[in-house]
């Protein structure tokens, strides 16, 4: 279950914000580098994602957070606009208050897969209990 859940993180909200970094660069390129500004804009965002997933406790909580937010968010601009192009960036618009919902469903959906992911598997056989009990 923790490796499903690690998979499901990293093809969503962890790949989100380098995808979206490149679609943002190949939109607005800078000079004449071309597709080397997507690579560069790429290359920040999993730098910068990265220093934010090592740390530890509340600065990690906090990136998942936000991470789950840009890709539930990005995943709902695109599902609900009539003839998307996966290849761009969704027109933003605010979403109803039902729809807000969803959105703050999804990420807590998110979320739990994260605490799902960090949680440390079992030790298996003796209950902790039983293990500090000393035989007669």
Request: hydrophobic share 60%.
């Amino acid at each position: 279950m923790r490796a499903f859940a690690w998979f499901l993180l990293l093809i969503g909200p962890v790949a989100s914000l380098p995808v979206a970094a490149g679609l943002w660069a190949h939109a607005h390129p800078v000079a004449d580098l071309g597709e080397l500004t997507v690579l560069f804009a790429m290359l920040a965002a999993v730098l910068i994602e990265g220093a934010a997933l090592r740390r530890r406790g509340l600065a990690r909580q906090v990136a998942i957070l936000l991470l789950s937010g840009l890709w539930v968010g990005w995943a709902w601009l695109a599902l609900t606009q009539p003839g998307y192009d996966w290849t761009a960036l969704p027109a933003w618009r605010m979403p109803k208050p039902g729809e807000q919902m969803i959105i703050i469903l999804g990420v807590l959906a998110y979320l739990m897969l994260y605490e799902i992911a960090e949680t440390a598997p079992r030790a298996r056989g003796r209950s902790r209990g039983q293990a500090g009990a000393s035989a007669d």
